[in-house]
């Protein structure tokens, strides 16, 4: 099915490891996004790439990096992982003129 | 920044009854307003999305929106609840692709 896929669906991570969040999609969208979901805040964007190649700093960028490694592929990274980054994280894509996002189906991490 | 505003974080109503989902927003410009539907450990779906022209907004499943400038509100409605419509309802607002910001979410309960 086209849309966005997001790797894996849940993780456990000790304080200090880290790991990296895979995401894809299949649409031929030129934005991806990075968003964190928490209880009675909605959802915060991390970062951006609003092109191949390019990528920005959201509302809450602090601890993580990014790659867009081509116009498919967008992976969030976590250094070193901490307890306050236990959260739900979304990918999502959209195409240009589209400010609508279209949505994976989120990976569930909790930090120990 | 754009700013949103959900009123009431948990709506309960029965069966057949009507939803009214409310939504302040802040925008310093002319707004791009949309509502999403996350049901339970999926990701969020779009139900339907104001930008320019009518102000009443049908979407999915049912529901409407409309736009009143005057108000800043984009509250959404149903005029008559089904079971399916369980789930966590959030507001958003964009002003550029790059930059939409979300509120905090309303849990709705549909009651047999």
């Known amino acids: 099915n086209a849309g966005v896929t997001q790797t894996p669906k849940f993780q456990v991570l000790k304080t200090g490891q880290s790991m990296t969040l895979q995401c894809a999609q299949d649409?031929?969208?030129?934005?991806m996004y990075w968003y964190r979901q928490d209880p009675g805040m909605g959802l915060r964007l991390i970062y951006y790439?609003?092109?191949?190649?390019?990528?920005d700093k959201g509302e809450v960028p602090n601890g993580y990096n990014v790659s867009r490694l081509n116009k498919r592929e967008f992976s969030l990274r976590l250094e070193s992982a901490a307890p306050s980054q236990t959260s739900v994280y979304f990918c999502?894509?959209?195409?240009?003129?589209?400010?609508?996002?279209?949505f994976g189906s989120g990976t569930r991490l909790t930090v120990v | 920044a754009q700013s949103v505003t959900q009123l009431g974080s948990h709506v309960s109503v029965s069966e057949g009854a009507l939803v009214l989902l409310r939504c302040n927003y802040s925008?310093?410009?002319?707004?791009?307003l949309f509502w999403y539907v996350q049901y339970p450990n999926q990701g969020l779906q779009l139900l339907l999305k104001y930008t320019t022209g009518a102000t009443l907004v049908k979407g999915i499943n049912g529901f409407e929106a409309e736009f009143k400038k005057s108000e800043t509100s984009f509250h959404l409605t149903k005029p008559s609840a089904h079971m399916s419509d369980a789930a966590e309802y959030f507001c958003a607002v964009s002003t550029n692709n790059n930059d939409m910001r979300f509120g905090a979410g309303t849990r709705l309960t549909v009651k047999p």
């Open positions: 649409m031929n969208h030129n934005s």
């Open positions: 925008s310093s410009v002319p707004p791009y």
């Open positions: 999502a894509s959209s195409e240009v003129g589209f400010i609508e996002r279209l």
């Open positions: 790439s609003a092109s191949e190649g390019t990528t």
